[in-house]
């Protein structure tokens, strides 16, 4: 049996970067893949039916993760469709701004914390009771909310940090989608910090 064998995943943010790059994947190990886009992305049907044409059975789902009632809505329709939600992968960000804290705008800051920090806690309360009632285990639920955020908490000043992530993303072996976005992370942060990013060119040069 594989190892998602109809099994119900929601995949927020899951039309674009990392995230398309797991729907193929999950579909394959038999998983059903609820995929998630914001109101009117364009790229969320073509993925749907890029999806389909493998053989998937999967959903699109339009839904604003920042926004609660738009994430309660998510999880309904993805239970109205296969009748029971056993897991997600969270992934749903706003990583379009790179500049320094002292640069950011409070209205930047404030999306960014309304999807990478508030979108994350509305997907899992939403979600986890589901995963209860499909076996998760009660002691494993404490550990999804800190493991969902924690690598969205989107703090440019630490530069440091960011090359460390940079490094492991880029690195070859790196899922090919992975080492795309990562390049495109580089290229916003260099101009901020060169002394910190300018040579990891080179981390890239087969791209």
Known sequence: MKRFENRCVIVTGGVSGIVEGIGPPLAAEGAKPVLNCLPGEAAGPKVLESLKSQGADCIL?????????????????????????????????AFDYYKPLLDTPLEVWDKVCAVNLRGNYF?????LPHMLENGVPAQNARDVLPTCTAAKLFVTANFREWRHILQLRLARGAHPKIRVLAKEIWQKLTPCCPVYFADLEKEFEDL
């Open 61 to 93: 789902v339009e839904a604003d993760i920042s926004d609660q009632p738009s994430v309660e809505r998510l999880v309904e329709e993805a239970k109205k469709a296969y009748g029971k939600i056993h897991t997600f992968v969270s992934n749903a960000a």
């Open 123 to 127: 997907i899992a309360r939403a979600v």
